[in-house]
């Protein structure tokens, strides 16, 4: 019986044991590993508080006044900026002879047209199928189908009679009758000087893109290289920055531009332009009119309610419209309206350097009547030329 006993008590004692060891491994397994040492981090400053929350003032390194860098007492040093100068006023080149001065910038022109008929005239043999040529190379430089119907008949005439024909004849030929087609009789003076009184009053008409509000600015350089005083009115005042690129043109070279708010009423800026131009004692005033389409009639109307306006302080000398050589015949069913709203007294031709068809500065005066005064042969400030025939028709035939 004690073994009995005492076998039971080592077996008691023995799983004890044997239980003690399997919690105590499953209790170092369930250990979390001890947490890594705290970083020192420095707090960042408090926002500032008030009252009873605000934060107790820190310490901070401070420097006596004794460490502080006090200015001498001397004068601060001023930089002076160097006083900007106003743009000087140009001096526009002399007027006169500006188109022979000119006269390369028509080689398209002459390619087509003067160099064309003289090739075709020095031809052994003119036979009908030449004289068809002629015709179609006068129909293509546009210059209209009546005047190439009468070009080509006398010069038909004249070659018959001349007979044997050398180049110098042909060029002396082809110069005097080209010159009596462009019109050598006509009054091509931009009527600027009224006899009676100033300022002389010029209206520039014609359709956006045409460069129209360029050609009045440099009209304005123009007038003023011969000594006249010039004042401009902005009344395109429906077009964006019009006003302002008048402006410019005429600080370029002195003269005083009159305008009005964008979108206001042309006529009222136009008559302004006038009555100041009389109080300055200018010598011209240049209006520069909206560059209405030909197509709108109320606006054409408009138009002719400018001029009316401008002539309550007095008649308006000359109007200029302004065309794109470039647009060939198309160009003359805009001159046929703006023929009908204002009396059109001279013909602007802008563009002429960039197109083949020279001879539409005789189509434009059969339709219209009236001269072509003034040509724009480039993009220069310098390129607009009082229109000269015989200095045209030399540069389109060539030496």
Do not use: C
Not at 259 to 282: Q, T
């Amino acid at each position: 019986m004690d073994i009995v006993i005492l076998a039971v008590v080592i077996a008691v004692v023995v799983l004890g044991a044997l239980g003690g060891l399997i919690v105590g491994s499953r209790r170092k397994k369930q250990l979390p590993p001890p947490p890594p040492a705290a970083p020192d981090i420095t707090a960042p400053p408090a926002e500032p508080h008030v009252g009873d929350e605000a934060e107790t003032p820190r310490e901070e390194p401070r420097r006596t006044i004794e460490e502080v860098d006090l200015p001498d007492g001397s004068a601060p040093v001023v930089v002076e900026e160097p006083p900007t100068e106003a743009p000087g006023i140009e001096i526009p080149e002399p007027a006169a002879g500006r188109l022979v001065r000119l006269r390369a910038r028509l080689s398209r022109s002459q390619n087509a047209l003067g160099q064309g008929l003289l090739t075709l005239l020095s031809r052994e043999h003119l036979d009908e199928d030449t004289w068809e040529e002629i015709e179609d190379t006068l129909l293509t430089a546009d210059v209209g189908v009546q005047p190439t119907q009468e070009l080509v008949e006398r010069l038909r005439e004249r070659v018959k009679v001349l007979g044997t024909r050398t180049p110098d004849e042909l060029r002396t030929l082809l110069r005097e009758e080209l010159v009596t087609l462009v019109g050598r009789d006509m009054d091509r003076t931009v009527k600027t000087e009224p006899e009676d009184r100033k300022p002389g009053i010029v209206l520039v008409v014609g359709v956006n893109g045409t460069g129209k509000t360029t050609t009045t600015g440099k009209l304005a350089r123009v007038l003023v290289a011969d000594g006249q005083s010039v004042v401009l009115g902005a009344a395109d005042t429906f077009r964006a920055a019009a006003a302002d690129q008048l402006q410019t043109w005429g600080e370029r070279v002195g003269a005083h531009t009159v305008r009005g708010p964008e979108g206001g009423d042309p006529a009222s800026v136009a008559f302004d332009a006038v009555k100041e131009g009389k109080e300055m004692g200018a010598n011209v005033v240049l209006i520069d009119t909206a560059g209405r389409l030909h197509t709108k009639t109320g606006l054409m109307d408009e138009l002719g309610k400018v001029k009316r306006v401008v002539e309550k302080h007095a008649p308006v000398d000359e109007v200029l419209l302004v065309l794109d050589a470039t647009t060939g015949q198309n160009g003359l069913v805009q001159a046929r309206v703006f023929a009908e709203v204002v009396d059109i007294t001279g013909i602007v031709l802008t563009k002429l350097d960039g197109t083949a068809k020279g001879g539409i500065v005789v189509a434009v005066q059969r339709e219209l009547g009236v001269p072509v005064k003034l040509v724009g042969l480039g993009e220069g400030a310098d390129d607009l030329a009082p229109f000269e025939p015989e200095a045209f028709v030399d540069a389109l035939i060539g030496e």
